[in-house]
């Protein structure tokens, strides 16, 4: 997965690949004198190093160039079709500049850098990757719970 082309335009969704699993995903900010910089949830600088369950207590929305996140990414605004994208200068941009520094609960389920992303870009928290594990693991738990043995 290299660099998408065309060149991202400030408010789409980048996605960095961690592994063949899960990505990490952030808004493009726009550039800074001629550097490319990305929004995004991250606990990399917390003193939670562990996730604990899947949570870190202490994680916060970053600004940083794209290329310290990651040099392979691309552009996925994938709810685009779905969901039409706010406007980046007067709403987007704005809740970015107000959440830099805050402290956020990372929650791999429930509220993790994907969720952060589509919050910001579409006003709503959605996580692909964590909706193909729950499809996943939903049937390998359906029986048990339908005969009531957990």
């Not at 996140?69 to 996925?76: A, D, E």
């Amino acid at each position: 997965m290299g660099s998408s082309h065309p060149k991202p335009f400030p408010g789409d969704i980048l996605e960095f690949p961690l592994n063949k699993y899960f990505s990490h995903f952030g808004i493009y900010y726009g550039e800074r004198d001629g550097v490319p910089y990305v929004a995004h949830l991250t606990c990399r600088d917390s003193e939670t190093k562990l996730l604990l369950f899947g949570r870190a207590l202490k994680s916060e929305v970053k600004l940083d160039p794209v290329e310290l996140v990651g040099r392979k990414y691309k552009v996925r605004n994938l709810l685009d079709k779905v969901h039409p994208p706010r406007d980046f200068y007067s709403l987007v941009k704005p809740a970015i500049d107000d959440m830099i520094g805050r402290d956020v609960t990372f929650d791999i389920l429930f509220h993790n850098s994907e969720h952060q992303a589509t919050l910001f870009r579409y006003g709503l928290k959605k996580s692909t990757q964590i909706e193909k594990v729950y499809a996943q693991i939903l049937p390998t738990w359906k029986k048990p719970f339908e005969k009531k043995k957990l």
